[in-house]
């Protein structure tokens, strides 16, 4: 065996390179081409090989530390027979050593008539950058898919497997990767056009590749011991692998995978995966993807229970030339209405839905609520019905906090929330928005009544922030302006429970021996089966009925 020095190969003109991810440890048995670490600049991120298998016997880099061509990386040891001289290139003067103390690299030199090192084997002349079109990978289809994202501009250099734009079909998005780095001269596409296997999307400035003859000697150097200058390759461009054509774990529309923090080899796995990388956490530094991150990713998606995943073996409805029976018109759906869309059956296909049903006499509430009137006017605030019911809901979420969790997608443990946030669905002309009250356990009914109509406003407006609508424990859906005798809401999830309200209707309750006219609330509640228990959903609205009915309750 002998030690082996690994340095940093040919960088181009990038300088001072900082390092952002160690994927090997001391003691890693390593194969050629493993990637052992990952490259920064200010322009991309590279993988750097190893150059042959060995042992990773020490790290001379740590995260974050900055280098640069021909920078000493590791040590490797090798077997004696793969062993190379290190490679010609001037080391920091902290690495230096004296020749005395250098191991031999090798137990044997070689003799005189072995062959001659592959240095000495005709390398292939420079060439001229020329434009090179990148073309759109074998999609499996002769379809069409949409253009949704392009993730470069004129300008911008480019390195291999880099994303240049995602494509979107009626099934699945797919990044487009570089399959040759260089500058890109023009893009040839934009945002919303259709395109096809083999249609050129970008033209980009790189290097010609060297003809096949200019190579060969390379090839035949393979069978020879390798030349000093092998011990720190530069990466080769490669042809662009084939994009998997089949449909990414529960794809998100529009999903940005470019602007995703991982390197090439990383994205290359989750295409063979077909895992979106919008859905994972990345655990590397500054939050960068891994290959861990992916495997955990599919390990936990394979452990999840079967109506967890979605759709899956649900065919879609076919489509339909409506125009054979009269006329038509296509009707461009909004993006919030596609979102609201796509979370309304991701949320029905992996929640076990249970609805408990009740009617509540809020016919005290109301005259209650009638009497306030005037003091509501001396405040300036209009006092609805709604927050006494998003108190009751805070009231009845902290008598029963086995409502007020969110289930860990390993279905291994509950996450109990000790807040009291509230979602009030809102309906706009733009689509269906969910602001969230919070901390509605610790407010006044007036503070509630004043900020369920700031939020109102700002939904109608479009005015709320992605911050306005996160956070929420639990959900309040409201018709009872619409009309309806009930209805089952959709759980929010990571929320497992809503809360339907329907309109108030006035119906005889016989009440001391006699028949009499009161107002009757019909609430539904909707709830996650693998979270919350039947009778705990009894219990729950039950209660909700004790508070509601008699509002001096909220005050125990």
């Known amino acids: 065996m002998?030690?082996?020095?690994?340095?940093?190969?040919?960088?181009?003109?990038?300088?001072?390179?900082?390092?952002?991810?160690?994927?090997?440890?001391?003691?890693?048995t390593v194969a050629e081409e493993d990637s052992l670490l990952v490259l920064e600049s200010d322009k991309a991120a590279m993988e750097i090989p190893a150059p042959r298998g060995g042992v990773v016997k020490s790290l001379e880099v740590n995260l974050g530390d900055k280098v640069r061509s021909g920078s000493l990386i590791l040590t490797l040891e090798v077997a004696a027979s793969n062993a190379v001289e290190p490679a010609n290139v001037e080391e920091p003067l902290a690495d230096k050593e004296s020749s005395a103390d250098k191991e031999p690299l090798a137990d044997k030199a070689p003799s005189a008539d072995e062959a001659p090192p592959a240095s000495a084997a005709k390398t292939p002349p420079p060439t001229e950058p020329?434009?090179?079109?990148?073309?759109?990978?074998?999609?499996?289809?002769?379809?069409?898919?949409?253009?949704?994202?392009?993730?470069?501009?004129?300008?911008?250099?480019?390195?291999?497997?880099?994303?240049?734009?995602?494509?979107?079909?009626?099934?699945?998005?797919?990044?487009?990767?570089?399959?040759?780095?260089?500058?890109?001269?023009?893009?040839?596409?934009?945002?919303?056009?259709k395109v096809k296997t083999g249609a050129a999307i970008v033209r980009l400035l790189a290097a010609a590749e060297a003809p096949a003859a200019a190579l060969e000697p390379a090839a035949k150097a393979e069978e020879q011991p390798a030349?000093?200058?092998?011990?720190?390759?530069?990466?080769?461009?490669?042809?662009?692998?084939?994009?998997?054509p089949s449909p990414v774990q529960n794809p998100v529309p529009g999903s940005a995978s470019a602007k995703v923090y991982a390197g090439p080899a990383v994205r290359k796995l989750a295409r063979e995966l077909g895992v979106d990388l919008t859905q994972v956490e990345g655990s590397g530094m500054k939050s960068r993807i891994v290959k861990d991150d992916i495997h955990g990713f599919v390990k936990s998606r394979l452990n999840a229970p079967a109506n967890a995943q979605g759709g899956i073996g649900i065919a879609p409805v076919p489509d339909i030339d409506f125009s054979q029976f009269g006329e038509v018109e296509e009707v461009q759906r909004s993006k919030l209405h596609r979102l609201t869309a796509t979370n309304m059956q991701r949320n029905w296909n992996a929640v076990p839905h249970v609805a408990q049903f009740n009617e509540i006499d809020i016919s005290d509430l109301e005259d209650f609520r009638a009497s306030l009137k005037g003091e509501a006017e001396r405040k300036g605030v209009k006092m609805t019905f709604l927050p006494f019911l998003l108190k009751a809901c805070a009231k009845a979420l902290s008598e029963y906090p086995q409502f007020n969790v969110s289930l860990h997608s390993s279905?291994?443990?509950?996450?109990?929330?000790?807040?009291?946030?509230?979602?009030?669905?809102?309906?706009?002309?733009?689509?269906l928005m969910v602001p969230v009250i919070r901390d509605v356990d610790k407010k006044s009914l007036w503070q509630l009544a004043a900020e369920v109509i700031e939020v109102s406003d700002k939904a109608k407006a479009r005015k709320l922030s992605p911050q306005d609508m996160q956070g929420a424990?639990?959900?309040?859906?409201?018709?009872?302006?619409?009309?309806?005798?009930?209805?089952?809401?959709?759980?929010?999830?990571?929320?497992?429970?809503?809360?339907?309200?329907?309109?108030?209707?006035?119906?005889?309750?016989?009440?001391?021996?006699?028949?009499?006219?009161?107002?009757?609330?019909?609430?539904?509640?909707?709830?996650?089966?693998?979270a919350v228990n039947g009778v705990d959903g009894g219990l729950f609205v039950t209660y909700l009925e004790k508070v509601l009915s008699d509002i001096r309750n909220l005050v125990l």
Do not use: W
């Not at 499996?140 to 949409?146: A, I, L, S, Y």
């Not at 279905?411 to 809102?426: C, N, P, R, S």
């Open 130 to 193: 020329t434009p090179v079109d990148v073309l759109v990978p074998d999609l499996g289809t002769g379809d069409e898919v949409e253009v949704i994202e392009i993730a470069i501009a004129v300008g911008d250099r480019v390195a291999v497997d880099d994303t240049l734009m995602t494509l979107e079909s009626d099934k699945a998005a797919m990044d487009v990767p570089a399959n040759r780095a260089g500058e890109v001269l023009e893009v040839l596409v934009k945002v919303g056009d």
């Open 411 to 431: 279905g291994e443990y509950l996450i109990q929330k000790k807040y009291i946030h509230i979602g009030v669905a809102v309906a706009t002309e733009a689509g």
């Open 227 to 244: 030349s000093p200058a092998q011990s720190a390759p530069t990466p080769q461009p490669t042809a662009a692998p084939q994009a998997d």
């Open 473 to 530: 424990c639990f959900s309040i859906s409201s018709l009872g302006a619409l009309g309806g005798t009930g209805f089952i809401p959709i759980v929010n999830a990571p929320e497992v429970a809503i809360l339907g309200v329907a309109k108030t209707q006035i119906k005889p309750q016989f009440i001391g021996g006699e028949f009499v006219p009161r107002q009757m609330l019909p609430i539904t509640l909707s709830y996650d089966h693998k």
């Open 2 to 28: 002998a030690l082996e020095k690994i340095l940093v190969p040919d960088l181009g003109d990038a300088d001072d390179v900082e390092v952002i991810e160690l994927l090997v440890a001391v003691g890693d």
